[in-house]
């Protein structure tokens, strides 16, 4: 792979043994995908996990002295002073999200601690290249913006933001953009819910970059969000394409390059109601919690949940989870205080797969969302999964139906 003078420089370490930590695999990634040259970056945004080896790799970028040239946003990880007042978390893993918290900050991250920043604080214009990694942010950047990132790791995210670039090859290319699995979509998408369960077919649809034909006009922005989180829970997906919506398939002659697709696959209601009882505990049973945000609920979501509760009185806890910006402003419309009001919280700047919920072990909850039921379960935490409004039905008597 070909560098520049200022890359090599990099890689020799004449910035520092931090940048040349971070240009060393950068340089290994381009050279195992035969990438000729590496291009620049202007956004990126890192999947911190809060874990021992997530946290092990930032700190020895920071004892090396790395500093990031292009400030990534960052993966929530949980909301210290929330846990820790209501005493839900150990003293060892707020300690331990602290030390998180204190090597991005030195690394010159954005502390933005959100899941959806391609909604709000960290979102791309057409064909800018970025280093996105976040299993809804990589579709949704390339699908829905039409910029360009690979599927990047948190590690490699990170490694691009210090140095600043990143390796040519795969979605930064033209020719490796286009769709080459055509799905029709015969199911009733009736709701952001169904978007969840479509999602999640990505085994039926297999790998490669579908192309959804058959879905409405408008889609919303919590759809899309839903579909991305869901495709890469069911499979690996860097991008996706909506014929006639998405910026790169306006005609099935752009979005498969005048190609025939290599295969055509069909989803319907019966796809959706397999796929939301094979991935769903059962139903029909009291529940010890609800739990929402994942991906991070927007403000337009949270308003919702606020006016169902209106006045009521919940009879199990419910957390919605947002990032910070999403809070505060519902802290200024009177939002946060109505579901406070019923008994539920909105909590900014936490992930459903953290150890601040490993009280929750062994007990059952409801999600509209799957990758929230998905991540959890290696904690011991279980979930039903039902749309929004049957939720928080439950939520409100205590029991799913």
Not at 4 to 19: A, N, S, V, W
Not at 230 to 248: K, R, V
Not at 275 to 303: V, W
Request: include cysteine.
């Amino acid at each position: 792979m070909k560098l520049t003078r200022e890359q090599q420089d990099m890689l020799d370490g004449k910035y520092g043994r931090g940048t040349a930590y971070a240009m060393k695999i950068e340089t290994a990634i381009g050279e195992s995908f035969d990438a000729p040259y590496m291009v620049p970056i202007t956004r990126a945004h890192v999947a911190l996990s809060n874990q021992d080896a997530d946290l092990w790799f930032a700190e020895k970028l920071l004892s090396l002295g790395a500093h990031c040239r292009v400030s990534p946003t960052v993966n929530p990880g949980f909301c210290v002073s929330f846990f820790r007042e209501h005493g839900m978390v150990s003293e060892e893993d707020a300690k331990m999200m602290m030390r998180t918290h204190n090597a991005y900050k030195g690394l010159g991250a954005t502390l933005t601690y959100n899941c959806t920043p391609y909604v709000g604080t960290n979102v791309p214009h057409f064909g800018e290249i970025c280093a996105f990694s976040e299993s809804s942010a990589t579709p949704f950047v390339n699908s829905v913006w039409g910029a360009r990132s690979n599927r990047e790791g948190a590690n490699s995210a990170l490694c691009a933001a210090i140095t600043g670039f990143v390796p040519y090859y795969g979605l930064l290319l033209d020719e490796n953009r286009k769709g080459n699995i055509l799905v029709h979509v015969e199911a009733d998408m009736k709701s952001d819910f169904e978007y969840h369960l479509l999602g999640y077919c990505g085994k039926k649809i297999g790998p490669g970059i579908p192309v959804f034909e058959g879905l409405p006009e408008q889609i919303s922005m919590e759809s899309l969000t839903n579909l991305g989180a869901q495709l890469n829970t069911s499979g690996a997906y860097g991008m996706y394409h909506i014929l006639g919506f998405t910026p790169e398939a306006q005609t099935l002659e752009q979005a498969f390059s005048g190609k025939k697709p290599e295969r055509e696959v069909v989803i319907t209601n019966q796809d959706l109601t397999d796929i939301l009882e094979e991935i769903s505990c059962e139903g029909n049973r009291k529940i010890d919690f609800a739990m929402f945000g994942c991906p991070h609920f927007t403000l337009d979501q949270t308003r919702h949940i606020a006016e169902r509760l209106d006045g009521k009185k919940l009879k199990v806890p419910l957390w919605v989870l947002t990032s910070y910006h999403v809070k505060e402003l519902c802290d200024r419309m009177g939002i946060t205080e109505k579901i406070e009001y019923a008994g539920g919280n909105v909590i900014p700047d936490t992930c459903p797969d953290q150890p601040c919920w490993n009280w929750l072990g062994g007990k059952t909850g409801v999600t509209e969302s799957p990758k929230c039921a998905y991540y959890p379960k290696r904690r011991g935490i279980n979930f039903v999964i039902r749309n929004l409004d049957s939720c928080i039905d439950a939520a409100l008597t205590g029991e799913v139906r």
